[in-house]
């Protein structure tokens, strides 16, 4: 990953800026300096700039097999360099490093968080980050709840369960885009199918949309409960929440669920064509 990075990152700056941030990844690996990191992890946006990056199909995937789940898409090439000089921090002391990424966490303002979080699979010490990816879901703050939640594989690989609840139910109520949750199949759970449901009949209440991605979370835990609301959104929902509701249903071993998805014969033959999942109806909500 590090060779990869070097590869995008000296492209993408000027000469002289490359040779800084290189000389500065030297120094920072071969003396620990605290100094020498905090003082660049500050200055790096005004020496590479903030312009998008500008990545190959050949280097994302490199990077997905380098590290399934994280991705750069999206990212700015000062985030990178910074997570970068993240990874050139000497690890092999685990109290000398653990304070010190504690500490640029504190100190962080906004981009600089985003670029924290964002490296959290990268760190050394994955437990030690787990209070932390926690302290994060519960930001107001949209970049950074995005940093985490979006092409980041931390959070399925060690929050618990109630946690990883509380970041999918926080994905939703922000509107943050859930089909880039990691592990967002893997990690679904009864609990958070009902969570998820309770969320939903809040929003009926109010006279308020659901997101139909929501029953995503629900398809493998249809029992008695979480059927009455799917037959609600399947009878009266518009053409989204109707291909999720049967989505669902084909997820699911619940014979009523099984029965009922008999009515849809076009969007059951829409699934067998590999016509409608749930990335390809992410897509098709987004671009409404």
Known sequence: MTK??????QRELQPEVWEWLASTGDSLAETGSKTVLFT???????????????????????VEQCMPGFSLKNYTVDRLARVWLLMRVPAEDKSYYVK???ELFKGAEMNELVALYGALPLLSYPDEWRQRCIEGIRSNIGLVLEAI?????????????AAWNQLVLKAFFTEKPVNRIIGLDE??????????????HERWAAGRKVDPLLWRSTARFIDERLFADLE???QQGGPEEKAAAVLAFQQSNYLPA??????APGLRAAIERN??????????????
């Open 4 to 9: 990869l990075f070097d590869s995008i990152l």
């Open 40 to 62: 660049a992890f500050t200055v790096i946006p005004r020496r590479t700039g903030k312009a998008v990056l500008s990545v190959t199909d050949d280097e994302l995937a490199g």
């Open 100 to 102: 010190t990424i504690t």
């Open 149 to 161: 939640m979006c092409d980041n594989p931390y959070p399925a690989e060690n929050l618990d369960e």
């Open 187 to 200: 990690r679904a759970n009864r609990t958070l199918a009902y969570i998820l449901s309770d969320y939903a």
């Open 232 to 234: 609600k959104v399947f």
């Open 258 to 263: 099984k029965q009922l998805m008999e009515n």
């Open 275 to 288: 016509e409608l999942s749930w990335d390809n109806l992410s897509h098709s909500i987004q671009t409404v």
